[in-house]
């Protein structure tokens, strides 16, 4: 076995049982992980600069294919159920021997890296990888180890991916071919049978939602930035409602775009890199994204390329789901450590398709720990097959498919952090006005931008507001450079009536997704919740 690369840490990978390898690679700087991924047929050169690569039939995350391994360590503090799914030691042990088994005689790819930038509570990660392309995913999504620290790197946990391996369902208990197996007792995560390198990042995440609620860390879906003053602000929001396009505000400094740790003291980014979506990404609108996808270093998953390496952004042919991926200080403006203070403001965000939701609101304490167990937005119609109208989708605490805890120990440290230290929570709509999909049009990102920049401001907070009527929240009656007849959303319909009933299904939509939740809550979030009317 040769071992090639830049520092091979004394601690190497027999523990993990790997042994009997072709090369292996370790912490390649990003020049040979192009020449590698090149060579070996894993992606093209796109104009500019990036590497272009494709992900097979999985196209995005199979949370469907998740399992935790159900063990002493894991039986009492696991929420299992449809997301958290277990898997016994037994059939663990069984399809890891197997992929251990697959992985012999072939070429890995070794990264050592960080989870989390606060060096009191980050993890060491060692992220293994059958293609080169996947590790320089790795090397550009977290943090980098220095040098010296590389030579002495023990890592906490291990991704094991190898994704031309497939699982048997019928041998190993698994719901296709694909499985992402989590093991906190081995501290390994074992990933086979997709292509999608989202599964890698999400790996990592789920351990610190796992770890860090233990420490009174609030593990946070969410991106972050902090304004000239020193204010920080939280984004919350799943995938589409521009969690990424409003944290990267060129008047602000980001933090990060997608995980954040909330501590007594500070707030730091899990990460050292974005995946921001790429699909219809527009110069104009988001020019500091759009410019990485020209650049080199940076991974693109499914993007269109031609034969001469022209990329051609608006073509979802592959997938909506196409996505970049590139170290954080691509985007100009950037925090460098990774870490800040508390914040002052929440933005919780959501696309409602439906178009009723008002674009910004004020949430109080009690109804922003509602808005965040019941994390919703929702998909338009035309994106899956069936779907006529849109659907509404809660994902508890904005991020379901990571949190192996139970919602309601993310959404308790939430509340206690936001009285303990008079932050502000509010709820902005990035989807529809005017009417749902289909009529209405989409919330205009120049008066969403206007919108966050007086919350986060102190504008709004001065500025008289208004109960709305279904869904309860604090609506203001003015915000700068926004027509006054955007903010309050039944002024945008025409069909007044029609606003009414759409509004009417969508709390009892909401009542019934919390209805899992009213065991759990206290009496305050139970009187905060949205209640359809009679």
């Known amino acids: 076995m040769t071992q090639a690369g830049f520092v091979v840490p004394k601690f190497g990978l027999d523990s993990l049982g790997l042994k009997n390898l072709g090369n292996v690679y370790w912490n390649l700087q990003v020049p040979t992980l192009y020449e590698e991924a090149i060579r070996r047929g ?36 696991v929420d299992w159920g449809k997301t958290n799914k277990p898997m016994s030691s037994e ?33 060491g990660v060692r992220v293994v990888t059958e293609t ?71 790996s990592v995440f789920t351990i610190l939602n796992y770890l860090l609620p233990e420490k009174n860390i609030l593990p946070m879906h969410a991106s972050a930035n902090i304004g000239p003053k ?66 080199f270093g940076t991974v693109l998953e499914n993007v269109v390329i031609d034969a001469v390496g022209g990329l051609d952004l608006d073509d979802g042919q592959y997938t909506e789901n196409t996505r970049a991926c590139y ?12 870490i800040a203070g508390t914040p002052e403001n929440i933005v919780m965000l959501t696309a409602d398709a439906f178009g009723v939701l008002p674009p910004i609101s004020r949430l109080s304490p009690e109804q922003a720990m509602y808005h965040f167990l019941s994390g ?46 008079n932050v502000r929570c509010w709820l902005v709509n990035t989807g529809w006005s005017g009417g749902g999909f289909g009529v209405g049009n989409r919330m205009s990102i120049k008066h969403t931008r206007a919108m966050v920049r007086a919350a986060l401001d102190g504008t709004l907070a001065s500025v008289a507001s208004s109960t709305d009527p279904h869904f309860g929240m604090q609506v203001p009656s003015a915000c700068p450079d926004v027509p006054g007849d955007v903010l309050n959303p039944r002024n945008t319909w025409k069909d007044k009536k029609a ?36």
């Not at 991704?159 to 197996?181: E, H, M, R, V, Y």
Request: charged share 25%.
């Open 327 to 338: 170290p954080i200080d691509f985007i100009p403006n950037t925090l460098a450590s990774g």
């Open 376 to 421: 919703y937005t929702a998909r338009v119609a035309g994106t899956e097959k069936g779907v006529t109208e849109p659907q509404a989708t809660f994902s508890t605490c904005f991020g379901a498919p990571f949190m192996p805890r139970h919602p309601t120990v993310y959404a308790k440290m939430l509340g206690e952090k936001m009285a303990r230290q």
């Open 230 to 295: 020193g204010d920080v602000a939280i984004f919350f929001g799943l995938s589409g409602t521009g969690k990424t396009t409003l944290s990267a505000d060129p008047s602000r400094t980001l933090i990060g775009d997608d995980e954040h740790g909330w501590a007594e003291s500070s707030l730091f980014n899990f990460e050292g890199g974005c995946y921001a979506k790429v699909i219809k990404l527009s110069r104009e609108a988001e020019p500091e994204i759009y410019a990485t996808t020209e650049r």
């Open 42 to 77: 894993e992606g093209q050169l796109g104009e500019g600069g990036a590497l272009v690569v494709r992900t097979g039939v999985h196209t995005g995350r199979s949370p469907n294919d998740k399992f935790f391994v159900d063990d002493s360590v894991t039986h009492g503090n």
């Open 132 to 202: 080169a392309w996947h590790n320089m995913f790795a090397r550009n999504m977290f943090l980098r180890p220095t040098k010296e620290e590389l030579a002495t790197f023990k890592p906490d946990f291990t991704i094991l991916n190898l994704p031309g391996f497939q699982a048997d369902p019928k041998l190993d208990g698994t719901a296709s071919d694909c499985a992402i197996l989590v093991n906190f007792t081995d501290r390994v995560v074992a990933i086979c049978g997709t292509w999608y390198a989202g599964e890698i990042k999400k």
């Open 91 to 123: 059939k663990y042990r069984a399809l890891y021997n197997r992929m251990i088994s697959y992985a012999q005689r072939r070429d890995l790819f070794v990264r050592d890296c960080w989870g989390g930038a606060d060096p009191a509570h980050r993890i």
């Open 499 to 534: 606003y009414d009933s759409t509004a009417r299904d969508l709390t009892q939509r909401f009542e019934k997704n919390f209805q899992q939740f009213e065991g759990h809550v206290d009496g305050k979030i139970k009187q905060a919740a949205i209640r359809a009317a009679a």
